[in-house]
């Protein structure tokens, strides 16, 4: 009788802790594809950032043309609680591209996920639109510009 609390204890903890370290839950992507104007020396990095409903996720690419593609992927997992179990309804809110290249200013774009990308099947979200960033030199005044072509 003595050692039914700890054995209680000890089958509460398993029960409350394991599981949410193999989550049940599937995964999911988001592609970004697009073009850069005004590539120096053609070699640019590109940080792509998905900003989920819990934390967010980060993917960088190294490209060496004016055309990318990336995509990023990322875990609908949220919390997990024993009594009913996995929360698989962590989805993408928007999505954050910086482009930095030698010589140019950096630029940043965000999208949101419902007014920008689409569904193609479950849990994988492309962009309408291919991005198109162009680069300023470091020296020009203003901001860089960057706008989603046809």
Known sequence: MRY?????LSLFSVLAF???AVSQCTEGSVRVTGRIENLAGGRARIDVTVLLKKGETKSTSMVTGPDFSIEVPFSTF??????????CDNAPIS?????????????????T?????RMD???????????VVRLEDE???????SKLAP
């Open 4 to 8: 039914l609390g700890p054995l209680l």
């Open 18 to 20: 394991s599981p949410s």
């Open 78 to 87: 949220r919390s997990y609680f024993f009594l009913w179990g996995h929360r």
């Open 95 to 111: 999505v954050m591209v910086k482009v930095i290249s030698s010589g140019k200013k950096p630029v940043l774009e965000n999208s």
């Open 113 to 117: 996920i419902k007014d920008n990308f």
């Open 121 to 131: 099947g479950a849990l994988h979200y492309t962009l309408w639109k291919n991005l």
């Open 139 to 145: 020296d020009s005044n203003g901001r860089p510009k």
